[in-house]
């Protein structure tokens, strides 16, 4: 891919994604026109030429890296070797959140026909998420405010305004679905909804009730409905490829699935100790918050004060006074809530993010879904059998059932080598978490992280690039991604860990896969790798 | 020299003379706070959430230091053009001295408490104040040759 820029314009020179021909694909020079992403990545849209249907560059920017990538390899996608198209996706698709009050009025329903068959009409209000994304329609709003007097008298009373939707002051339920209409995994009922929707954009109205016109799907409840049923008919992994096999959200962006089955959520009986999503995060920084609007922004935009405890405290406050009792850890990592009750088990954009279905850490829960649990995901040199140990010693957790090489291998080190896609991503991410290096060390790592750089999905492998380049050693390790044999890198890591490593330091414990000489017990290594969960996933971030 | 001094004493170009240059100075000195919040990055002045208190006390500057300058103008004119006669000088005074102080204070009490894109409560003395300064520009406006001074058919 060629870019340039023509005074005020950028343009792109590439392989036509929709060529469908035999043969080479011919070149196309199309016009970017638009961007979404602001903080890890940018994907770049650019104009077919064909009424308003845009389609997605072939490569995405990283903002971390100031680097191109091309697009399969930003996404935890089956391999498929080429980024393919998504023409028209934006149009159907993304429109919903990435615009307000958008409307992608195609013809015939995306997919039904070939792409370049059908007309896009797509039509928008505002991009991006403007102020009726949240508040509803706000034309009385804005034709009532004229009046100052009436401004000021709800600005010296603190009054409701009827006139606008304010999602702080709806019922837990109601404020967390004005978030939820974005981030859950959710369908039309039917094809007469989605045409609906075409024409006349999404009926949700913030303060309405979401299910009313929209299916969210939430297995832990929905999984038999007859909605359910008919979307698996045809789409079969619409559940594998977003959730764990216990119902819980694994993708990103889709939070409002985790928060719906979270205790905080649907055990709370009282609406001012229910958590919702503000509860914790706020969509305008707050007057208090002392940090720059850009740290909040990048911070996820939480409220003021909620970066530590607070966020858990302002309802279980008995916790305040002695929270070591309760966690028994000392220091900050594992005094955090967040990092026991909301873990990095869930992917997207390159990265592991934290779930937002609030939950303790079970080694069950880990054995029957493959979920990683908040203690291994930060111990990552222990076994599944040493976490059963201590929650059973401390919280009187069960213990489950342990196959031998749960009892006897860092939990880890089974889930890098023989997980799916999806588990080995968290595991190559949390080798580079600052928390887990410090209680895991990191000297062990090298070698496993190394037997990832040949894994057959690219984004795994870039993540590996990224924990293996923090360590000591790897600082200059030079990789490509993209490169079709790996072998060579693999070696390669190999050999920096060799030589940085003195072989006096090294660990020695065979739950990491080392010798009593701290070698790397090559034959259980491989062995381990051929067991590989090669189940072919894209996960739906 | 004519007499722009009331019957009970007030020497009106020096009351106005010293008032323009002391509160020339006072917002002058506000100017200069508020660039130091600028060299400083001040949150509670240049966050995007205080776009309002910005907005405020840089309309408070900017009329505290015009309207400073008209009270100078104000004494200026009495001393330079003594055939004028001001109707109700004693009012006009009155008028102008709270103009400059209601005017560019409302809008800096207004900046301390904003309410998102609305002022404080404090912006209520603003039109009072530019209301008090329509009156006394008018009543300047109607100022009228006075045949008692001497050498005024001259001009």
């Given at each position: 891919?060629?870019?340039?820029?023509?005074?005020?314009?950028?343009?792109?020179?590439?392989?036509?994604?929709?060529?469908?021909?035999?043969?080479?694909?011919?070149?196309?020079?199309?016009?970017?026109?638009?961007?979404?992403?602001?903080?890890?990545?940018?994907?770049?849209?650019?104009?077919?030429?064909?009424?308003?249907?845009?389609?997605?560059?072939?490569?995405?920017?990283?903002?971390?890296?100031?680097?191109?990538?091309?697009?399969?390899?930003?996404?935890?996608?089956?391999?498929?070797?080429?980024?393919?198209?998504?023409?028209?996706?934006?149009?159907?698709?993304?429109?919903?959140?990435?615009?307000?009050?958008?409307?992608?009025?195609?013809?015939?329903?995306?997919?039904?026909?070939?792409?370049?068959?059908?007309?896009?009409?797509?039509?928008?209000?505002?991009?991006?998420?403007?102020?009726?994304?949240?508040?509803?329609?706000?034309?009385?709003?804005?034709?009532?405010?004229?009046?100052?007097?009436?401004?000021?008298?709800?600005?010296?009373?603190?009054?409701?305004?009827?006139?606008?939707?304010?999602?702080?002051?709806?019922?837990?339920?109601?404020?967390?679905?004005?978030?939820?209409?974005?981030?859950?995994?959710?369908?039309?009922?039917?094809?007469?909804?989605?045409?609906?929707?075409?024409?006349?954009?999404?009926?949700?109205?913030?303060?309405?009730?979401?299910?009313?016109?929209?299916?969210?799907?939430?297995?832990?409840?929905?999984?038999?409905?007859?909605?359910?049923?008919?979307?698996?008919?045809?789409?079969?992994?619409?559940?594998?490829?977003?959730?764990?096999?216990?119902?819980?959200?694994?993708?990103?962006?889709?939070?409002?699935?985790?928060?719906?089955?979270?205790?905080?959520?649907?055990?709370?009986?009282?609406?001012?100790?229910?958590?919702?999503?503000?509860?914790?995060?706020?969509?305008?920084?707050?007057?208090?918050?002392?940090?720059?609007?850009?740290?909040?922004?990048?911070?996820?935009?939480?409220?003021?004060?909620?970066?530590?405890?607070?966020?858990?405290?302002?309802?279980?406050?008995?916790?305040?006074?002695?929270?070591?009792?309760?966690?028994?850890?000392?220091?900050?990592?594992?005094?955090?809530?967040?990092?026991?009750?909301?873990?990095?088990?869930?992917?997207?954009?390159?990265?592991?993010?934290?779930?937002?279905?609030?939950?303790?850490?079970?080694?069950?829960?880990?054995?029957?879904?493959?979920?990683p649990?908040?203690?291994?995901?930060?111990?990552l040199?222990?076994?599944?059998?040493?976490?059963?140990?201590?929650?059973?010693?401390?919280?009187?957790?069960?213990?489950?059932?342990?196959?031998?090489?749960?009892?006897?291998?860092?939990?880890a080190?089974?889930w890098s080598?023989?997980g799916?896609?999806?588990q080995r991503a968290l595991i190559a991410w949390s080798m580079?978490?600052?928390?887990?290096?410090?209680?895991?060390?990191?000297?062990?790592?090298?070698?496993?992280?190394?037997?990832?750089?040949?894994?057959?999905?690219?984004?795994?492998?870039?993540?590996?690039?990224?924990?293996?380049?923090?360590?000591?050693?790897?600082?200059?390790?030079?990789?490509?991604?993209?490169?079709?044999?790996?072998?060579?890198?693999?070696?390669?890591?190999?050999?920096?860990?060799?030589?940085?490593?003195?072989?006096?330091?090294?660990?020695?414990?065979?739950?990491?896969?080392?010798?009593?000489?701290?070698?790397?017990?090559?034959?259980?290594?491989?062995?381990?790798?051929?067991?590989?969960?090669?189940?072919?996933?894209?996960?739906?971030? | 020299?004519?007499?722009?001094?009331?019957?009970?004493?007030?020497?009106?170009?020096?009351?106005?003379?010293?008032?323009?240059?002391?509160?020339?100075?006072?917002?002058?000195?506000?100017?200069?706070?508020?660039?130091?919040?600028?060299?400083?990055?001040?949150?509670?002045?240049?966050?995007?959430?205080?776009?309002?208190?910005?907005?405020?006390?840089?309309?408070?500057?900017?009329?505290?230091?015009?309207?400073?300058?008209?009270?100078?103008?104000?004494?200026?004119?009495?001393?330079?053009?003594?055939?004028?006669?001001?109707?109700?000088?004693?009012?006009?005074?009155?008028?102008?001295?709270?103009?400059?102080?209601?005017?560019?204070?409302?809008?800096?009490?207004?900046?301390?408490?904003?309410?998102?894109?609305?002022?404080?409560?404090?912006?209520?003395?603003?039109?009072?104040?530019?209301?008090?300064?329509?009156?006394?520009?008018?009543?300047?406006?109607?100022?009228?040759?006075?045949?008692?001074?001497?050498?005024?058919?001259?001009?």
């Amino acid at each position: 891919m060629q870019l340039e820029r023509r005074s005020n314009e950028f343009w792109a020179d590439f392989d036509d994604p929709d060529f469908r021909g035999t043969g080479e694909p011919p070149r196309i020079t199309r016009q970017v026109v638009m961007l979404t992403g602001s903080h890890q990545q940018q994907q770049y849209w650019y104009s077919t030429g064909r009424e308003r249907l845009v389609s997605k560059l072939p490569a995405i920017y990283l903002i971390a890296e100031k680097a191109w990538i091309p697009r399969q390899a930003a996404f935890l996608h089956a391999p498929i070797g080429s980024s393919g198209s998504d023409t028209g996706a934006w149009n159907a698709v993304c429109i919903a959140c990435h615009t307000t009050s958008g409307r992608p009025e195609i013809d015939s329903p995306f997919g039904s026909r070939p792409v370049l068959k059908q007309v896009f009409e797509s039509q928008v209000a505002e991009f991006g998420i403007a102020c009726e994304s949240c508040h509803g329609p706000g034309d009385a709003h804005a034709q009532a405010n004229r009046n100052p007097v009436r401004r000021y008298r709800l600005h010296l009373t603190g009054g409701n305004d009827p006139t606008i939707v304010q999602p702080m002051k709806l019922t837990p339920a109601a404020s967390s679905q004005v978030c939820g209409q974005c981030h859950s995994v959710w369908e039309f009922y039917d094809i007469a909804g989605e045409r609906q929707a075409n024409t006349a954009g999404l009926p949700y109205r913030p303060g309405d009730e979401l299910r009313d016109t929209r299916f969210v799907a939430q297995p832990t409840v929905n999984i038999n409905s007859p909605t359910m049923k008919d979307i698996l008919s045809g789409d079969p992994a619409f559940v594998t490829d977003s959730f764990w096999s216990d119902g819980m959200i694994r993708v990103s962006g889709r939070e409002y699935n985790g928060l719906v089955d979270s205790p905080c959520f649907k055990l709370a009986t009282d609406a001012r100790r229910t958590m919702t999503c503000l509860s914790c995060h706020t969509m305008h920084e707050a007057r208090n918050d002392p940090q720059p609007v850009g740290d909040w922004a990048a911070a996820h935009q939480l409220g003021a004060g909620m970066k530590g405890n607070e966020a858990c405290l302002q309802c279980h406050p008995a916790l305040r006074k002695n929270l070591e009792l309760h966690t028994k850890h000392r220091g900050p990592s594992g005094n955090l809530c967040y990092n026991c009750h909301m873990p990095y088990t869930t992917y997207g954009l390159l990265r592991s993010l934290r779930s937002h279905q609030i939950s303790s850490p079970s080694v069950g829960s880990s054995v029957s879904t493959g979920r990683p649990n908040a203690c291994n995901l930060c111990h990552l040199d222990k076994t599944l059998a040493w976490t059963a140990g201590k929650l059973g010693q401390w919280y009187k957790s069960p213990i489950p059932a342990l196959s031998q090489e749960e009892q006897t291998i860092s939990a880890a080190v089974l889930w890098s080598l023989r997980g799916d896609a999806g588990q080995r991503a968290l595991i190559a991410w949390s080798m580079g978490w600052k928390p887990a290096q410090e209680a895991s060390g990191i000297s062990w790592m090298a070698p496993l992280l190394g037997q990832l750089l040949d894994d057959p999905y690219e984004a795994v492998r870039l993540i590996t690039y990224r924990s293996l380049h923090g360590l000591p050693g790897f600082g200059e390790f030079k990789y490509n991604v993209m490169a079709q044999d790996q072998r060579m890198a693999v070696a390669e890591a190999s050999a920096i860990w060799e030589r940085t490593v003195d072989p006096k330091t090294r660990r020695t414990e065979p739950e990491l896969l080392l010798d009593s000489h701290g070698n790397v017990n090559l034959d259980l290594l491989k062995q381990l790798k051929r067991e590989r969960n090669d189940r072919p996933m894209s996960l739906r971030e | 020299m004519p007499d722009k001094v009331a019957p009970h004493g007030v020497d009106y170009p020096i009351r106005h003379l010293r008032f323009g240059w002391y509160s020339f100075l006072a917002f002058a000195t506000l100017g200069l706070v508020l660039e130091t919040l600028h060299g400083f990055k001040i949150r509670a002045y240049l966050d995007l959430t205080n776009e309002t208190r910005r907005l405020m006390w840089t309309l408070a500057h900017a009329h505290g230091t015009l309207l400073s300058l008209l009270n100078v103008l104000f004494a200026l004119t009495l001393r330079l053009f003594p055939e004028v006669r001001v109707r109700h000088l004693k009012a006009v005074s009155n008028c102008l001295i709270l103009a400059t102080l209601l005017l560019p204070g409302g809008f800096l009490i207004a900046g301390f408490v904003t309410y998102g894109g609305d002022p404080g409560i404090g912006i209520l003395v603003v039109p009072i104040g530019a209301v008090l300064l329509l009156i006394a520009i008018c009543m300047l406006a109607r100022g009228e040759r006075d045949p008692g001074i001497p050498g005024s058919r001259n001009r």
